[in-house]
């Protein structure tokens, strides 16, 4: 079982910056990958970026690549999603997920899943 915490959220002004923080319980390979995904009111969960523990390969959403970037400290088990540029259309709950497998952009195929921070951009 693989727990994971977020930090980082709040509420910035449009072309501000915040940086998400995502500490898993234990990094194995029963998580090979990282990944954050986001979901605004109404709307269904979509994929924002991910990550390899091993390696480091990367993928973005279109709509963020070139604003946002994700990254990894393998020894303090946790990922990060330094978020620059924000537009108001980034406002969600922005959720960390881990997969056992591979680096997909599908919510379902992942394993585990944290509670969630808000992320506001105002204009």
């Known amino acids: 079982q693989v727990q994971l915490v977020e930090s980082g959220g709040g509420l910035v002004q449009a072309g501000g910056s915040l940086r998400l923080s995502c500490v898993a319980s234990k990094r194995t390979f029963s998580s090979a990958i990282m990944a954050w995904f986001r979901q605004a009111p109404g709307k269904e969960r979509d994929f924002v970026a991910a990550?390899?523990?091993?390696?480091?390969?990367?993928a973005y959403a279109d709509s963020v690549r070139g604003r946002f970037t994700i990254s990894k400290d393998n020894a303090e088990n946790t990922v990060h999603l330094q978020m620059n540029s924000l537009k108001t259309e980034d406002t969600a709950v922005y959720y960390c997920?881990?997969?056992?497998?591979?680096?997909?952009?599908?919510?379902?195929?992942?394993?585990?899943w944290g509670q969630g921070t808000q992320v506001t951009v105002s204009s």
């Open positions: 990550i390899s523990w091993i390696g480091a390969t990367t």
């Open positions: 997920a881990a997969s056992r497998a591979f680096l997909t952009t599908t919510p379902t195929t992942y394993d585990y």
